[in-house]
């Protein structure tokens, strides 16, 4: 489903819906030919940074109840700090499969691939959607298939996307804000069919003050570190330590 008027303004208002006007008319028409969301395309993923645990890494946290987590560049860039956050209050670990510029279908299959091969812990962590902004319809069925791979019995934390690249024009600038709701609206459907899904509402909480888009934010995207890396995280951590 595509998302409401509500669900675009409490995503928050990144991209100045004022600044695409008659200038800028003719543009963003001649991209939606060809480029039916606004957002541009994805690319190749796979060459850039990633972090992945090592196999001792994971059945440790298998066997003692940690988390997997999935991400991409925000994840490859916050992780640590969040995994540290997490044994300091707990003694518990992250075995991580972040990978900048991935959408979440591979992400999902990583999830399955650890699924599989070690078996999973009580909670998993998807900390994916923000490059799902180039194909936003195909977001819920990955969601769903997390759901299946993990089942009934193991919680899913899943954090949610806010995207206005802020070097890019402000016709693509509202394209992602616009995609950004579209995800969030999708995962936030799924957790009323899943009461093991909790989402980590990040897009709300930039929306809750207009100085967190700037303080918390760089580029558009990216958490700032460590003002917006600190106040991500948290909302991460308190939604693992309450499940």
Not at 99 to 126: C, E, F, H, K
Not at 151 to 159: A, D, L, N
Not at 199 to 227: D, F, M, Q
């Amino acid at each position: 489903m595509k998302p409401n008027r509500r669900h675009v303004l409490m995503a928050g208002a990144v991209a100045t819906v004022a600044a695409v006007a008659t200038g800028e008319a003719s543009t963003a028409q001649t991209a939606a030919a060809s480029d039916p969301y606004g957002s541009g395309a994805l690319g190749d993923w796979t060459i850039l940074s990633h972090a992945i645990a090592t196999e001792a890494t994971i059945t440790s946290v298998r066997d003692n109840d940690g988390v997997y987590m999935f991400g991409d560049s925000i994840a490859v860039q916050d992780g640590k700090a969040l995994a540290s956050q997490l044994i300091a209050r707990t003694g518990k670990t992250i075995a991580v499969h972040n990978w900048s510029g991935r959408p979440t279908a591979p992400a999902v299959d990583a999830l399955q691939n650890w699924a599989v091969r070690y078996g999973m812990p009580r909670r998993i962590l998807m900390a994916t959607g923000t490059n799902d902004i180039f194909n936003p319809p195909v977001f819920a069925a990955q969601v769903d298939r997390t759901m299946r791979i993990v089942g009934s019995q193991r919680t899913v934390v899943w954090v949610n996307v806010q995207c206005a690249r802020t070097a890019k024009s402000a016709a693509v600038q509202l394209a992602d804000q616009r995609n950004s709701a579209w995800i969030n609206s999708q995962l936030s459907d799924a957790s009323k069919k899943y009461s093991n899904l909790k989402v980590v509402r990040w897009a709300e909480s930039l929306a809750a003050s207009p100085a967190h888009l700037t303080t918390y934010l760089r580029e558009g995207v990216h958490t700032s570190v460590p003002a917006g890396q600190t106040a991500r995280n948290d909302l991460i951590l308190q939604a693992l330590l309450s499940n």
